[in-house]
């Protein structure tokens, strides 16, 4: 079931739309129903989001001084 809303828009995006929308040949909401169905697929869950942190950024990385030296000598143009 369509339920209607109001929101703001910036005025140059929304012309955008609009042009999209008749160039394509189908109504402003199916355009924007599309893209906000496309928007919210990539969205990431919280809870992988927080594991994902937890892993990678709450404690500090065990890297043993060679490694450490290593990474620090690396050129990154090199990669």
Do not use: F, H
Not at 17 to 33: H, M, N, T, V, Y
Request: overall charge positive; aromatic content about 6%.
């Amino acid at each position: 079931m369509k339920q209607k809303v109001g929101t703001l828009i910036e005025e140059n995006v929304l012309r955008k739309a609009k042009r999209r929308a008749a160039g394509e040949g189908r109504p402003l909401s199916d355009l924007i129903q599309d893209a906000l169905e496309s928007y919210l697929s990539k969205a990431v869950d919280p809870a992988r989001r927080e594991a994902a942190y937890q892993l990678y950024c709450e404690r500090p990385m065990k890297l043993t001084s060679s490694q450490l030296k290593a990474v620090l000598e690396e050129d990154a143009w090199d990669l």
